[in-house]
């Protein structure tokens, strides 16, 4: 009898946990449906309890993700050493993380560059609904490159 396969759990992770975070998580859940991945997403600086921003629904609703029932949760040690990959928005992010856990270094990547270059995603908080639909296109390409990627290792494992 063969062991069930390790569920993959991908850790995003932003300022606040109200807009990039919880879009990136969203749009992951969904290009990963029916997959062996469990996608959670934290903020450094989060209020714990928090809605998405309002915004960031808007965008998200427009490319087919609902996160109109998130609630925005701080990330913490034990989360970052649990995650088999961890996304952040910016390099401050990373800086941060590997302060609160410095073994979980060599799987934090930046999203917007995904899987080796270095490129930020801004936060878009308090600024248009444009520079969030934005943000949601960028969010999306750097997830399509990750779900290309846990696609090919998934096979690999078959």
């Given at each position: 009898?063969?062991?069930?396969?390790k569920e993959f759990k991908i850790l995003v992770v932003c300022t606040g946990n109200s807009c990039r975070s919880p879009l990136a998580a969203a749009l992951?859940?969904?290009?990963?449906?029916?997959?062996a991945v469990k996608v959670e997403s934290a903020g450094i600086a989060a209020q714990?309890?928090?809605?998405a921003a309002a915004l960031a629904?808007?965008?998200g609703a427009e490319l087919g993700?609902?996160?109109?029932?998130?609630q925005a949760?701080?990330?913490d040690p034990e989360m970052l050493n649990r995650a088999d990959l961890i996304l952040v928005m910016e390099s401050g992010?990373?800086?941060?993380?590997?302060?609160?856990?410095?073994a979980a270094g060599p799987k934090i990547k930046l999203l917007g560059g995904y899987p080796d270059r270095e490129i930020e995603i801004a936060d878009p908080l308090g600024k248009s609904i444009e520079f969030y639909r934005q943000t949601a296109l960028l969010l999306k390409a750097g997830v399509l490159r990750v779900v290309r990627e846990i696609r090919a290792r998934m096979q690999q494992d078959l």
């Open positions: 009898m063969t062991e069930p396969r992951l859940r969904l290009e990963l449906a029916g997959l714990p309890g928090a809605p629904q808007q965008a993700v609902d996160i109109s029932n998130h949760q701080a990330v992010h990373r800086d941060r993380l590997i302060q609160l856990a410095p």
